[in-house]
């Protein structure tokens, strides 16, 4: 939920292990981790220190985090991966309950992997079933990684794509 502790986490890894490195993280549903960063910089952040995939989990569930996938599958060129909720956690007495339906979420998560996703899960509230639904729904989607050839510079809330025109920053 914090770019700078995840941050801190790939380099001790990567000083540590030649294992690949997964990172994904959770998202609020305005789109920014928990501390402010959006999709894009968490994204070319993660990239940048040399995960191996990366993604969002959590937090929300597939119909909110279609968008910030999307925005990830469209700035780096490495795998992604998402593991959403079913759906938004809602209290029934003394019990979370979540408010989709294994169909609705395989169907959501159908939508999600043709943005060429690599690896899709669940999180809080899938079972089993809602499991091995979206394998039925998603068999026959190839995964992909566009390939955009842009480069990023960003802060720690921002990211601005360097391209053909001058850009101004300060």
Do not use: R
Request: net charge negative; hydrophobic share 40%.
């Amino acid at each position: 939920s914090d770019l700078t502790e995840a941050k801190a986490a790939i380099l001790a890894l990567k000083e540590n292990t030649s294992l690949p490195v997964f990172c994904t993280m959770t998202f609020d549903d305005k789109g920014k981790t928990l501390t402010g960063s959006d999709a894009a910089v968490a994204a070319i952040t993660l990239q940048s220190l040399g995960v191996d995939a990366l993604g969002a989990n959590c937090g929300l569930g597939p119909v909110q985090i279609y968008d910030i996938i999307k925005t990830m599958t469209e700035t780096v060129e490495i795998p992604v991966m998402v593991q959403p909720n079913a759906g938004l956690p809602k209290l029934s007495g003394k019990e979370v309950v979540y408010d989709i339906t294994p169909d609705e979420f395989a169907g959501f998560m159908k939508k999600i992997a043709e943005l060429g996703v690599s690896v899709v899960g669940g999180c809080c509230g899938t079972t089993p079933e809602y499991i091995s639904k979206t394998i039925k729904a998603c068999n026959e989607i190839k995964p992909y990684i566009n390939k955009n050839n842009s480069t990023y510079v960003t802060s720690y809330c921002k990211s601005v794509e360097i391209g053909n025109k001058p850009v101004i920053i300060g």
